[in-house]
């Protein structure tokens, strides 16, 4: 798991986020080539606020809670391998900067029906001005 934001804040938690999914992609295909092997991850990403703390009285862990991380999960588990399935909270933040294949709509227990998107690759020429008004 992948928390971005958290130590501090960052204006773009959601484009570092999307920058290592897209790296980790890409790494793991070099991974495969010289390994001759075929690993292929699934990356799911969610934007959102999270309870985040250190919990145990003998042997203490930081752990996070919350519905955004329940979702970047739901979206991980869902997703296919070798892609990077975002929320739509995500992709209100990156809409600008990334390229998206379509929308689809996800069925999550507990919560209605969910949008969520596939990210591809970065934009050829992204709108940096509008982006940082999306990302605060």
Known sequence: MV???ITYLRPDHAEACAELA???????????????ISVQ???GIC??????????RKRFAY???GDTVNLACHLESTGKAGQI????????RLKHIYQFELKHRLDVKGYDRMS???LDNKTSTPDYA???????
């Open 3 to 5: 928390a971005g934001g």
């Open 116 to 118: 969520a998107y596939w």
């Open 130 to 136: 509008t982006a940082k008004l999306v990302s605060h």
């Open 85 to 92: 399935q975002i929320a739509e909270s995500t992709y209100e």
């Open 22 to 36: 897209l790296a980790m992609r890409e790494e793991i295909g070099v991974v495969n080539q010289m390994y001759n």
């Open 41 to 43: 991850l699934r990356i």
């Open 47 to 56: 934007t959102g606020p999270v309870v985040a703390g250190v919990i145990g």
């Open 63 to 65: 752990d996070l809670w």
